[in-house]
């Protein structure tokens, strides 16, 4: 059976610092993978999509990055984090875009 | 634009009583629908999804939603609440273009009162 893996659960970080959040999925190839973000009191947004290896692509333009450097795991990223990157994101993969989406426990981020 | 719209923000129900949650899609029939429970601090499960085979979809937990064409709805049901299902419910159609993505509903929180 497949499984997404996406740590750390919880994570508070400064200003300025770097950021970076893994998520791995098991048991299927050649997943599309996605990033979301959920602010407090809000529903889900977007970040970044990706159909395959190096393939990504960006929703709304931002403070993040993503890379998927291998088949099943992807990675987001910051140089620097801003307070408004605070928020709990989401890691999730499908087989197809007009399927389900599978999602990771979540990573909760503050940003101090 | 497509769009998926959840009517409510929060929605109250006493233990034992109907659960109704709606959720209305727009513009082209979606081949699926789907609907998501969120707890607490942590990810979203699917609670059961929409394939065109039949029109009332049976999920986990005891949920289950019907799909209406001529409304252009798929509310998401509970015969009856438990404490356990206070959670945070999501409505979700994929795009019909291009891109890879799933429309969120804004999402409906389920209160339980005792």
């Known amino acids: 059976s497949q499984t997404i893996h996406q740590w750390p659960a919880t994570l508070v970080q400064p200003v300025g610092s770097p950021l970076s959040l893994e998520c791995t999925v098991e048991?299927?190839?050649?997943?599309?993978l996605y990033w979301y973000r959920q602010a407090a009191g809000r529903g889900l947004q977007l970040l970044f999509y990706?159909?395959?290896?190096?393939?990504i692509s960006s929703e709304v333009p931002q403070n993040l990055s993503a890379s998927r450097p291998q088949d099943r795991q992807f990675i987001l990223s910051s140089k620097k984090l801003l307070l408004s990157d605070s928020g709990f994101y989401l890691c999730?993969?499908?087989?197809?875009?007009?399927?389900?989406?599978?999602f990771g426990q979540g990573t909760r981020l503050t940003v101090v | 634009a497509q769009s998926v719209t959840q009517l409510g923000s929060h929605v109250s129900v006493s233990e034992g009583a109907l659960v109704l949650l709606r959720c209305n899609y727009s513009?082209?029939?979606?081949?699926?629908l789907f609907w998501y429970v969120q707890y607490p601090n942590q990810g979203l499960q699917l609670l059961l999804k929409?394939?065109?085979?039949?029109?009332l979809v049976k999920g986990i937990n005891g949920f289950e939603a019907e799909f209406k064409k001529s409304e252009t709805s798929f509310h998401l049901t509970k015969p009856s609440a438990h404490m356990s299902d206070a959670a945070e419910y999501f409505c979700?159609?994929?795009?019909?273009?291009?891109?890879?993505?799933?429309?969120f509903g804004s999402g409906t929180r389920l209160l339980v009162r005792p």
């Open positions: 513009s082209s029939v979606p081949p699926y």
């Open positions: 929409y394939t065109s085979a039949a029109t």
């Open positions: 979700a159609a994929p795009r019909m273009d291009s891109s890879y993505k799933l429309i």
């Open positions: 999730a993969w499908s087989v197809s875009p007009v399927t389900e989406a599978f």
């Open positions: 990706s159909v395959g290896i190096g393939q």
């Open positions: 048991g299927t190839s050649n997943p599309n």
